[in-house]
C-alpha cells in the first residue's frame, strides 16, 4: 500500500508535536512494516534545528491551507460558511452570502473546524 507525502508529513507533525524525534516511541507500536510511515519524521531529525523548525512551519502552512474554490457541496452552505475565515477573502464572502445567519453567539467547537477543514481538502 502506497501511503502519500501529505499522509507521510501529518505523522511526521504529529510525532514533532509530542516531541518524539524520528517516530522512535510511535514506531514502537506499529508493525515493522510500517516502518515507512517514518521516513520524513527520520529526515526531520536528522535536520539542524533551524532547518528542522523551517521545514515544520511550511509543513503546517500547508497543512492549513485551503483551496480557493468551495467544494462542490452546496447543499451543506452553513458548513460552508463556518470556513469563511480561512480562506480567500473574496471566497469566505460569497460562503457567507449564500448560508443561513448561525443562531446569536454560537462559536463552532476546534474539533468541528478541523473536521470541516478536513473534508474541504478531500473534496477540493
Known amino acids: 500500500m502506497r501511503i502519500g507525502d501529505e499522509a507521510l508529513r501529518g505523522f ?3 510525532a514533532a508535536a509530542v516531541g518524539d524525534r ?3 516511541r510511535a514506531m514502537a507500536g506499529l508493525s515493522p512494516h ?3 510511515l517514518a521516513c520524513m519524521a527520520q529526515a526531520l531529525a536528522r535536520q539542524s ?3 528542522r523548525d523551517a521545514t515544520l512551519r511550511q509543513w503546517a502552512g500547508a497543512a492549513t491551507a485551503l ?3 468551495a467544494p462542490p457541496c452546496s447543499e451543506h452552505p452553513r458548513a460552508l460558511a463556518l470556513l469563511a475565515g480561512h480562506v480567500p477573502q473574496a471566497l469566505g464572502k460569497e460562503l457567507l452570502a449564500n448560508a443561513p445567519p448561525p443562531r446569536a453567539g454560537f462559536v463552532p467547537e476546534p474539533g468541528l473546524l478541523r473536521v470541516l477543514i478536513s473534508t ?3 473534496l477540493t
Do not use: I, Q, T, V
Open 67 to 69: 483551496a480557493e474554490r
Open 120 to 122: 474541504w481538502k478531500a
Open 49 to 51: 534545528r533551524d532547518e
Open 22 to 24: 524520528g517516530a522512535k
Open 34 to 36: 510500517a516502518e515507512h
Open 12 to 14: 511526521a507533525l504529529a
